[in-house]
C-alpha cells in the first residue's frame, strides 16, 4: 500500500500542477473556434482537468487514510462552486465551467440527438473515473452529488434520523424511470415543434435536479416551477434520505452502477479482524455495507464517502484493491 500511495502522490501533484497551468486558458481571447474542437481538444479545457485534479486529490487521500471531514466539506464544497455555481458569475474565466451538458444531459440528449464531442467526453470522464475508483465523479466532482453528501452530513450534525434506503425499492423506481424515458422518446408523447422539424423532448427535462444551477429568469412562473423544483425537493428530500437523486432518478448513477463493479478501487472486507459487530452498517447511510459485509458479487452504489471505513472499529474495512485483501489475508 505504502509504495503505492507513492506512486500516485508525483502523479497528483502533476495533475494539480498542469490543472493550474491549463485555467488561464479559458480567460483569454475569447473567440469562437473557427470549427467545432476534436475530443481531446474538449478534454483538455479547464473544466475536465479540474475533474481529474480533484478526483486525483481525493483518491490520494482515500488510499493513505487521510480524508477526514474537513478535508472532504473543502472537496465538496469547491466541486459545488465549479461546477454548480461558477458559471453563473460575470467572469470568463469560469464561463466554460458550465456542465453543459449536463451528466443526465449527455446520456438523455445524446439518445435523442446524437451523441456529439461534449457528451462523449463527459460520458468517458465520468466512466474513466468510476472505472478508477467506485463513483469518483458521482461522489466528489458531481454539483448535484456533492449538495446531497454536504446536506446528508449536515443532517448528521443536527442528529436527524434518516430513512434506511431499500435498494431494490429505489433501483425499481430509477430503472423504471429511466425506461419511461426510452417509451416517452420513442413515442408522440412528448414532442415540440423547432422550426417546422417534430423532436421529442426528453422526459429528465423535468426531473433534472441539475437545472437548480443554472440561474436564469424563465418565462412563466410554470416554467420557473419545472426548472428549480427538482433540485429543490432534492435538497428538502436529502434531509431524511441519502441522495435521494442519486439512487431514485439519475441514469448516470443507474449506469455507473454496473461500471463501478469493475473498478480498480473500492471499499474492500478484510475478513480476520471482523467481529460482525455491525457498527459500520448502522453508521454508513447506504444500503452498501451489508452488501460488502455479505461479500456480495452484485452492490449497490458505493460513493466512497468513506464512513464505513471511518467508524470500524477495527479497520476491516479500508479503501484499496483486492489485491491488498488477498495479501492481508
Not at 455555481?85 to 453543459?100: E, T, V
Not at 434520523?161 to 426510452?182: E, M, T, Y
Not at 448513477?253 to 478501487?265: D, K, R, Y
Not at 474492500?268 to 447506504?286: A, G
Amino acid at each position: 500500500m505504502h509504495a503505492l500511495i507513492k506512486r500516485l502522490k508525483p502523479v497528483c501533484w502533476s495533475l494539480f500542477t498542469f490543472g493550474l497551468m491549463t485555467l488561464p486558458l479559458s480567460a483569454q481571447g475569447g473567440q469562437t473556434p473557427k470549427k467545432p474542437p476534436t475530443f481531446f481538444e474538449f478534454l483538455l479545457r479547464p473544466k475536465f482537468i479540474t475533474m481529474f485534479v480533484i478526483a486525483g486529490i481525493a483518491l490520494f487521500l482515500l488510499l493513505s487514510k487521510r480524508m477526514n471531514s474537513r478535508i472532504k466539506v473543502t472537496i465538496l464544497l469547491l466541486s459545488t462552486f465549479l461546477y454548480g455555481i461558477a458559471a453563473n458569475l460575470p467572469l470568463k474565466l469560469f464561463a466554460s465551467f458550465s456542465m453543459h451538458p449536463s451528466p443526465i444531459c449527455s446520456v438523455a440528449k445524446a439518445m435523442l440527438y446524437g451523441f456529439r464531442i461534449p457528451m462523449i467526453v463527459s460520458l468517458a470522464v465520468i466512466l474513466f473515473l468510476t472505472l478508477v475508483g467506485p463513483k469518483l465523479f458521482c461522489g466528489w466532482i458531481c454539483p448535484v452529488g456533492a449538495t446531497q453528501e454536504l446536506i446528508g452530513m449536515a443532517a448528521d450534525k443536527m442528529k436527524i434520523k434518516r430513512l434506511p434506503w431499500n435498494f431494490r425499492l429505489s433501483q425499481f423506481i430509477r430503472v423504471g424511470i429511466f425506461l419511461l424515458f426510452l417509451f416517452v422518446s420513442g413515442t408522440a408523447i412528448l414532442h415540440i415543434v423547432n422550426q417546422g422539424t417534430v423532436v421529442p423532448i426528453a422526459l429528465y427535462d423535468y426531473v433534472n435536479a441539475f437545472h437548480g444551477f443554472e440561474i436564469t429568469l424563465q418565462k412563466t412562473l410554470l416554467d420557473n416551477i419545472i426548472h428549480f423544483l427538482p433540485f429543490i425537493l432534492t435538497v428538502v428530500l436529502s434531509f431524511k434520505l441519502y441522495r435521494p437523486f442519486c439512487y431514485l432518478v439519475c441514469p448516470i448513477g443507474l449506469l455507473t452502477n454496473l461500471v463501478e463493479h469493475f473498478a480498480i478501487f473500492r471499499i474492500t472486507l478484510v475478513k480476520p479482524p471482523c467481529n460482525d459487530c455491525s457498527i459500520c452498517e448502522k453508521k454508513s447511510p447506504c444500503p452498501t455495507v451489508p452488501e460488502i459485509m455479505k461479500e456480495a458479487v452484485v452492490r449497490p452504489d458505493c460513493f466512497a464517502c468513506n464512513i464505513c471505513v471511518d467508524c470500524c472499529p477495527k479497520s476491516s474495512l479500508e479503501f484499496g484493491t483486492q489485491l491488498v485483501r488477498e495479501e492481508k489475508e
